[in-house]
């Protein structure tokens, strides 16, 4: 297994009368490469189940799984395992504590080490990466930026150590359409081009559901379905009944077939709709 997790349960503050399980035995397999959705609705345990992949809360009971080896609570292991798996919190502003926005970007290859010349590299290059200007922001205090810019920020800070695994929690709140096509251009290149695996929980399937191979679904705590992207979001009602949507591109689908077309409706992406609804034109047309 290249990541994942064993009958993994957390409780928050066992023991007390808030005592809060979070999640519940959930076991899931990703490949090397892959690019995998999660979605549940509110307080389904999203968060809470991202934040074990690379360490930062471990199982009240269970395993997670990296690289083929169950994950240590050794703290130079933990170390090493956030060095190849980043994760970009879903609200990333509240982890800052440099004071420019080049020092939060800087902090992590300087904490592995790298001369100054390396860190720089390595700033400008995320900085750019992820479409911002180093020029205008890099001397700025990291809150004297907007919403959307202070998530680009932490996304930087993460990819300065050149992770394999990327782990994005809501990552396109806060921004603007062009952030988002930037976001979704940057994702589509490091998982399709440079082969890093991306786990992306999300509320807006629009924006990143084009790109996923797998999808996880949590309910209270519970991984409820877990397969082929395709699969899940032909589940209409099961994810209505959840409270959750589809693709705009599934929707629509859906809609057409309810009209009588014969056309599938395990399609998520705008090409694979169009290839589709061609294919069945061309079919009535004979
Ligand atoms: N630090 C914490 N202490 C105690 N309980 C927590 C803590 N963080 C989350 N929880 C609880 O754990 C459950 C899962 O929360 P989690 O943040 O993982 O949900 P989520 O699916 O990410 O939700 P959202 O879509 O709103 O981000 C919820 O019942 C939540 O109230
Ligand atoms: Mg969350």
């Not at 970007?105 to 750019?128: C, H, T």
């Not at 809150?143 to 202070?150: E, L, R, T």
């Amino acid at each position: 297994m290249f990541m994942g997790t064993e009958k993994l349960t957390h409780t928050y503050m066992p023991g007390t009368p808030f005592a809060n399980e979070a999640l519940k035995e959930v076991t899931f397999d990703v490949k090397q490469g892959e690019f995998v959705l999660v979605i549940g609705p509110s307080g389904s345990g999203k968060s809470t189940l991202i934040q074990h992949l690379n360490g930062l809360l471990s199982p009240s009971s269970g395993k997670v799984y990296f690289d083929g080896n169950a994950i240590s609570s050794d703290k130079r292991e933990l170390f090493k395992l956030r060095r190849r798996v980043g994760l970009v919190f879903q609200m990333p502003e509240e982890h800052f504590f440099s004071e420019t926005v080049y020092d939060e970007v800087a902090f992590a290859p300087r904490n592995l080490g790298f001369d100054e010349s390396e860190v720089q590299i390595r700033v400008s290059s995320a900085l750019e990466e992820v479409g911002l200007d180093a020029g205008t922001l890099a001397e700025r205090h990291p809150f004297q930026i907007s919403a959307g810019q202070k998530r680009l920020v932490a996304l930087a800070s993460v990819l300065s150590l050149n992770p394999e695994v990327l782990i994005l929690d809501e990552p396109t709140a806060g921004l603007d359409s062009s952030g988002r096509r930037n976001l979704f251009s940057l994702l589509t290149r490091l998982n399709r081009s440079k082969g890093l695996t991306v786990l992306i929980c999300t509320h807006h399937l629009d924006e990143v559901a084009a790109l996923a191979d797998s999808v996880l679904v949590l309910h209270h705590g519970r991984l409820i379905f877990n397969g082929p992207a395709g699969e899940i979001f032909s589940r209409r009602e099961q994810l209505y009944e959840l409270g959750l949507g589809l693709p705009a591109v599934t929707e629509i689908l859906f809609g057409l077939s309810e009209k009588g077309m014969k056309v599938r409706t395990d399609i998520y992406t705008l090409e694979g709709a169009r290839l589709e609804i061609n294919k069945v034109k061309r079919r009535h047309e004979k």
